[in-house]
Each structure stands twice: as structure tokens, then as C-alpha cells.
């Protein structure tokens, strides 16, 4: 599968405020200012977002269904919660790999939304084709979500030499007949 970027309405979704709210912000991209927000949120999965995910899961059921309904003709199960991520300025947030590196299994597909605007060097870095090794940035903005095959396209972040942080979240899904149900993988 090929990069694929969908749109999807925030105004429906407001995982952006929801995100503000949780974090105490009027502005994510400010966020690496507050060491207080760097040091509650330095894992993907141990953060302020996961921890309250529970107040969005309903919103977020209805986001993965509906963001994905068009595209393939089913879904498995998908990841839930998601991993919600934060790439401060200043920092890189995760090395290159593969998912499959970590024992994810084939068929399974990444789906990143990030809830600020990404570019350069504060955004996920993919490679062209497998093995290609031709890191490059997805430009996307808030409203836009990325689909890609994350178990073998090698992806990552570099250091964040812009003065955005980029706060986002990504799961996983497994195409295929339904019902869709929640997994934690």
C-alpha cells in the first residue's frame, strides 16, 4: 500500500481541543515552554492523553470507523487505546525502523493524525519503498490523517529543529471483515 492521506472534518473530531484541554494549553505547538507538560508526557503510551483516553474513546470508536469505512471493506479490530505522541523541539522522538522489527505482524496497517500542523524536521519521516532507506517528511495538516504500511516502510523522527512541537496520536488496524473490534496491540 502507498501513502494515502485522508481528510477527516476536526470540527466533528475535536481531538485538538480535547488535547488542549487535557494538557491545560490554548496552543500544542507552545507546548515544549511547560516543563511541566514535558515531563508528564515522555511516553507514548504513560501521558496525559492516554491516561483520560476514556473521555474521547466513543468519539474516537466513531473517528477510526468512519475515517476508514470508504477506504478498505472492513476492519478486523483496530488499536485502542491509540499511542499518543509528542516530539518537542529540540528532541527526536523515536529511531528508524520497521514495525515489524518489534514483532508486529504483517497485514496490519499505521494510521498517524497528527493535531498540529507537520512539516520538515517536526514531522514523521517515511521511506519511498521498502528498503529504500530515502527518508522523507509528510506534510499535513491538522484535519488530515496518514495511512501507510508502517510493519515494513521504514519511518521515525529526527531532531525537531523547528519552534513546533508536534503533538499527535497513531494506531494500528487490521483490514478485514467486522465487526471491528478494539485491541490493544
Same mark, same amino acid.
Request: net charge negative; glycine share 8%; proline share 5%.
Given at each position: 500500500?502507498?501513502?494515502k492521506?485522508?481528510?477527516?472534518?476536526?470540527?466533528?473530531?475535536?481531538?485538538?481541543?480535547?488535547?488542549?484541554?487535557?494538557? @491545560?494549553?490554548?496552543?500544542?505547538?507552545?507546548?515544549?515552554?511547560?516543563?511541566?507538560?514535558?515531563?508528564?508526557?515522555?511516553?507514548?503510551?504513560?501521558n496525559q492523553?492516554?491516561?483520560?483516553?476514556?473521555?474521547?474513546?466513543?468519539s474516537?470508536?466513531?473517528?477510526?470507523l468512519?475515517?476508514?469505512?470508504?477506504?478498505?471493506? @472492513?476492519?478486523?479490530?483496530y488499536?485502542?487505546?491509540?499511542?499518543?505522541?509528542?516530539?518537542?523541539?529540540?528532541?527526536?522522538s523515536?529511531?528508524?525502523?520497521?514495525?515489524?522489527?518489534?514483532g508486529?505482524?504483517?497485514?496490519?496497517?499505521?494510521?498517524?493524525?497528527?493535531l498540529?500542523n507537520?512539516?520538515?524536521?517536526n514531522?514523521?519521516?517515511?521511506?519511498?519503498?521498502?528498503?529504500a532507506?530515502?527518508?522523507k517528511?509528510?506534510?499535513?495538516?491538522?484535519?488530515?490523517?496518514?495511512?501507510?504500511?508502517?510493519?515494513?516502510?521504514?519511518?521515525?523522527?529526527k531532531?525537531?529543529?523547528?519552534?513546533?512541537?508536534?503533538?499527535?496520536?497513531?494506531?494500528?488496524?487490521?483490514?478485514?471483515?467486522?465487526?471491528?473490534?478494539?485491541?490493544?496491540?
Amino acid at each position: 500500500m502507498q501513502l494515502k492521506i485522508l481528510e477527516f472534518n476536526p470540527e466533528r473530531y475535536r481531538f485538538r481541543e480535547w488535547a488542549c484541554e487535557v494538557l @491545560g494549553t490554548n496552543c500544542l505547538e507552545s507546548i515544549h515552554k511547560s516543563e511541566k507538560i514535558k515531563v508528564l508526557n515522555r511516553s507514548p503510551t504513560c501521558n496525559q492523553l492516554s491516561q483520560l483516553f476514556s473521555e474521547i474513546e466513543e468519539s474516537y470508536r466513531s473517528f477510526v470507523l468512519e475515517l476508514l469505512g470508504d477506504m478498505v471493506l @472492513g476492519v478486523s479490530s483496530y488499536q485502542s487505546p491509540p499511542s499518543f505522541r509528542f516530539h518537542y523541539c529540540g528532541r527526536s522522538s523515536s529511531v528508524f525502523h520497521r514495525d515489524k522489527d518489534f514483532g508486529v505482524e504483517d497485514g496490519r496497517l499505521n494510521v498517524w493524525v497528527p493535531l498540529t500542523n507537520v512539516w520538515g524536521e517536526n514531522s514523521l519521516w517515511i521511506e519511498s519503498e521498502i528498503g529504500a532507506k530515502d527518508y522523507k517528511p509528510i506534510t499535513l495538516k491538522a484535519g488530515q490523517a496518514l495511512i501507510f504500511d508502517g510493519v515494513n516502510l521504514g519511518h521515525g523522527s529526527k531532531i525537531n529543529t523547528t519552534n513546533s512541537t508536534r503533538v499527535s496520536f497513531d494506531f494500528r488496524y487490521l483490514p478485514g471483515e467486522g465487526p471491528a473490534l478494539p485491541t490493544s496491540y
